[in-house]
């Protein structure tokens, strides 16, 4: 286990349904981020929070809701989604700027 | 934009082999390059670069950074089967908050 933990750890959803992906990290890490892993691409960023503020929302759909209740916790909401929102999504935390990431395993989307 | 190559896109070698996988970068005002591995899920920290020319060494593995030419080498020597993996390349600038990848390479060793 890396400290950041993602659940579900697989997930299949229709096209019409809503769902939300979670991580949590207890690391004392103050950023955490979002990003999209899709087959022989680089990943993607999605969204960042520092300190539970978003600084970043990487022109993502809005399809896609972030939330960030605290900083050991981030949400991912998912809705009405489309086939090629298949993807790994893997969060991340870090200390702050300057240092390396943590990745949670991230989360195996499936849409159909 | 900062923007990150990373290649071979993929390599196969045998064990005991050498290794060495390549990352350039462009990228407006460089604060550090990072090297991770990926072999089911999560993506697990290898190395971090700020500096030119010092090698970061871990066991078999070692990197290093050349600032003016914008790139990176990682190295592998007597590679095993448990090397396989993606291996991925990121920068970070001072001006963002975010590290950039780029698409991996796909290494796999064979017994």
């Known amino acids: 286990e890396t400290g950041v933990t993602q659940t579900p750890r697989h997930l299949v959803m229709g096209m019409t349904n809503k769902k939300s992906l979670k991580c949590e990290q207890h690391l004392g890490h103050n950023a955490m981020y979002w990003y999209k892993q899709s087959a022989k691409k680089p990943l993607e960023l999605m969204f960042v929070y520092n300190f539970k503020e978003q600084t970043e929302n990487n022109s993502v759909p809005s399809r896609f809701s972030p939330e960030c209740p605290n900083s050991s916790h981030l949400f991912l909401h998912l809705h009405t989604l489309q086939p090629e929102d298949s993807a790994l999504y893997l969060c991340a935390s870090r200390t702050g700027v300057g240092y390396g990431y943590t990745f949670g395993s991230g989360t195996r989307l499936t849409v159909v | ?111």
Request: charged share 25%; proline share 2%; hydrophobic share 35%.
């Open chain 2, 1 to 111: 934009e900062d923007k990150v190559v990373q290649s071979p896109l993929s390599l196969v070698v045998h064990e005991g082999d050498t290794v060495t996988l390549n990352c350039s970068y462009e990228v407006t005002n460089f604060r550090s390059l990072l090297w991770y591995k990926q072999e089911k899920k999560a993506p697990t920290f290898l190395f971090m670069l700020t500096s030119s020319g010092i090698e970061k060494k871990s066991g078999r593995l070692s990197s290093i950074l050349d600032k003016k030419e914008l790139f990176s080498i990682l190295n592998i020597t007597a590679t095993q089967t448990g090397d396989s993996a993606v291996y991925l390349c990121a920068v970070e600038d001072y001006g963002g908050n975010k590290l950039v990848f780029g698409a991996g390479t796909i290494l796999r060793v064979k017994s």
